[in-house]
């Protein structure tokens, strides 16, 4: 069956219909990874964008349940070039395409992503969309396509109630933005005993548990939409706890402390960004998925918090460490799995902060 996307410039790329024959109007972005694309799938901060991968190979290791991390796929839509539609693994235990039209998620193959990921380059992140219906209207799904923005996401990945993951270590309270497992995980992995809260959690509900630690994690969407969120977080920077971010976190702790975000112009997703730490002038390679960056200036300027990490392709913001607080937050992934592990020992200077050991 034919599909088509659709951009909210005028481009329309012609391919194949993989998975659902829903039709969905989603911002569409790109991510440079050359394997995990079921990681890339379950991850919840793709919740409101269609993923295009930029390796032109996609399926050819199928999907293993296993390597999910969360419950479910987020993304609205798939897009890639070739998709693999035998996959080879002795893990494997079904098909991108299966696996999409089992959770009712539309994609489309055989388009140029080369082509598409220039354009995004170029002009910027843009809404489209993704339809099977050849005998679409431009004039009427453009002014559509403008229109639409990405909202509540968070409200929708997060957990509905709060789960306790047993450890002898210290506790950690986790607000869960749409929380990868493996932040979980990696704190768990080292002793701590983790309590996972919903992102609407009041910061009185965390803090009058006594927690040793807070962990802030990933998420989609813009963070200036998250209000009610950041007022709370405010609440949790205010106490004397040790906070760990990581990326929707960092961004989120940013605005509470007097901040600023801004859009980035098509954003960095993908498994190889190299981060440079301002402390040790020592690179990191990592894992990454936002569309969004911290003003450091603004926090600097402040005296509020002084940059620890930079990008060192685009010199955008990569972390902060906060005066006066045992705080300190990453724009990028240190619990990425598969993926880059160059990162992971922040989690073992947050179990310091705590006054644990590895």
Not at 108 to 123: M, N, P, V, Y
Not at 222 to 250: K, M, N, Q, T
Not at 260 to 277: A, F, I, L
Not at 289 to 302: F, Q, S, T
Request: hydrophobic share 35%.
């Amino acid at each position: 069956m034919k599909a088509f996307l659709i951009l909210e410039d005028g481009h329309v790329f012609t391919g194949t219909s993989i998975g659902s024959a829903r039709e969905v109007i989603s911002e569409i972005v790109f991510n440079t990874s050359m394997t995990g694309y079921l990681e890339v799938m379950t991850d919840p901060s793709y919740a409101g964008q269609a993923v295009c991968m930029t390796y032109p190979l996609i399926g050819n290791y199928g999907i293993c349940y296993d390597d999910q991390e969360s419950r479910k796929p987020w993304i609205d839509g798939f897009i890639v070039r070739e998709l693999s539609r035998v996959p080879s693994n002795f893990r494997s235990v079904d098909t991108i395409q299966h696996f999409l039209s089992r959770y009712d998620i539309p994609g489309i193959a055989g388009i140029d992503t080369r082509a598409l990921t220039k354009i995004l380059r170029e002009k910027g992140t843009m809404n489209g969309m993704i339809t099977v219906n050849e005998n679409y209207d431009l004039d009427t799904i453009l002014p559509e396509l403008k229109a639409y923005t990405v909202r509540g996401v968070v409200e929708k990945v997060t957990c509905r109630e709060r789960e306790i993951l047993k450890g002898d270590g210290p506790r950690v309270a986790l607000l869960d933005l749409g929380a990868k497992r493996n932040i979980a995980r990696s704190l768990n992995q080292r002793g701590c005993q983790v309590t996972v809260y919903p992102a609407w959690t009041p910061a009185e509900e965390i803090l009058r548990e006594k927690p040793d630690g807070i962990m802030l994690s990933n998420g989609p969407g813009d963070p200036s939409d998250c209000g009610s969120v950041i007022r709370e977080i405010r609440r949790l920077y205010e106490s004397d706890v040790p906070i760990f971010a990581i990326c929707l976190g960092h961004q989120l702790m940013a605005l509470a402390a007097g901040g600023e975000t801004y859009k980035m112009k098509y954003g960095h997703r993908g498994g190889n960004h190299p981060v440079k730490d301002l402390s040790t002038g020592r690179v990191y390679i990592s894992s990454q998925n936002h569309g969004y960056v911290v003003d450091a200036r603004i926090l600097e300027e402040k005296n509020i918090a002084h940059p620890a990490f930079v990008n060192v392709n685009d010199g955008t913001n990569e972390g902060m460490s906060y005066v006066g607080k045992n705080i300190f937050t990453v724009q990028f992934h240190p619990e990425a799995c598969p993926g880059p592990e160059d990162s992971a020992f922040l989690f073992d200077r947050f179990l310091h902060m705590m006054g644990g050991d590895r």
